[in-house]
């Protein structure tokens, strides 16, 4: 059984002048727009086709997967405001209707908003909503361990840090000496659980800093001197914000790297840059 609002891939089984016809199986025989004039489709062929329904009461299709499915949090655009309420890029032909009554704010076009997406049960057809914290079950003991990597949204920024919602049911906080570049609202990011509170929220961390994380910061040290003819200016003394920029770790995490390196005999240190030596010098010479 085909879900509706939900992408599926349909087999084409016609043409209807520039239209294509899919098989929906219970659904049908749909018409949709042939949203890419390059390609030419033939008989048989499969494409992922969005089931949702329209005002007619009827199923219909359109080409792609919506940016945010049904029961998801997620940032889209306004793109239109009505007398009704807002519609905002929905990444298919159909934008998603967003009434007043579940705007946090009057929304501007062109500007970004954390939504979460649900379906309507008077209209039976999917909404969305900025008030998305209402969405979010915060009596529920989050089903997730202590150091496990989580994929997370980052919704706000407070005093603290960064507020998220993570595996798209939970609230995590990542605390501003966590984080070593800017963030910003609708940033999906993969993140450690650092905590989980007595309140049901989450204290969060960028890294594990253990050992496999040391061993990939390693990697990236020596990948990036091999690709500078084994010599790089950046150390101990360099700031946080440039060894971030670099290497996208913190200043803390690459003094332990560069210091399991030094142990290692691989690079030697100086008070203004380090150097790659012996055999991965030459390899790196090499290179």
Not at 125 to 146: C, F, G, H, L, M
Request: glycine content about 8%.
């Amino acid at each position: 059984m085909l879900e509706i609002w939900k992408s599926h891939e349909l087999k084409v089984v016609g043409f209807e002048g520039e239209r294509l016809l899919f098989d929906a199986a219970e659904h049908g025989t749909l018409e949709v727009e042939n949203i890419d004039l390059v390609k030419k489709y033939e008989i048989g062929e499969t494409e992922s086709i969005f089931l949702y329904n329209g005002p007619d009461g009827k199923v219909h299709g359109c080409m792609g997967s919506p940016f945010v499915g049904i029961g998801e949090f997620g940032s889209l655009t306004c793109v239109a405001n009505t007398k009704y309420g807002s519609f905002l890029d929905w990444g298919i032909e159909k934008d998603l209707f967003c009434p007043f009554k579940e705007q946090k704010v009057d929304l501007k076009v062109d500007e970004d908003y954390i939504v979460y997406v649900y379906l309507d049960e008077d209209t039976n057809r999917a909404v969305a909503s900025t008030k998305y914290e209402k969405y979010i079950d915060e009596s529920q003991r989050p089903q997730v361990d202590e150091n496990q990597k989580v994929h997370a949204l980052v919704t706000r920024r407070t005093s603290l840090g960064y507020n998220l919602i993570v595996e798209n049911k939970y609230l995590g906080i990542l605390y501003a000496n966590e984080v070593f570049s800017e963030l910003h609202s609708g940033d999906e990011v993969d993140v450690i659980v650092k905590k989980v509170r007595d309140d049901n929220k989450l204290d969060l961390r960028m890294f594990r800093n253990d050992h496999e994380d040391i061993g990939n910061f390693e990697d990236k040290i020596v990948a990036y001197l091999k690709k500078h003819k084994g010599e790089m200016n950046i150390c101990d003394n360099s700031s946080p914000q440039l060894i971030y920029k670099t290497f996208g770790i913190s200043k803390k995490n690459f003094k332990k790297a560069l210091g399991a390196l030094y142990r290692k005999r691989m690079v030697k240190i100086g008070e203004n840059g380090v150097k790659l030596i012996g055999n991965q010098h030459r390899n790196a010479l090499r290179c």
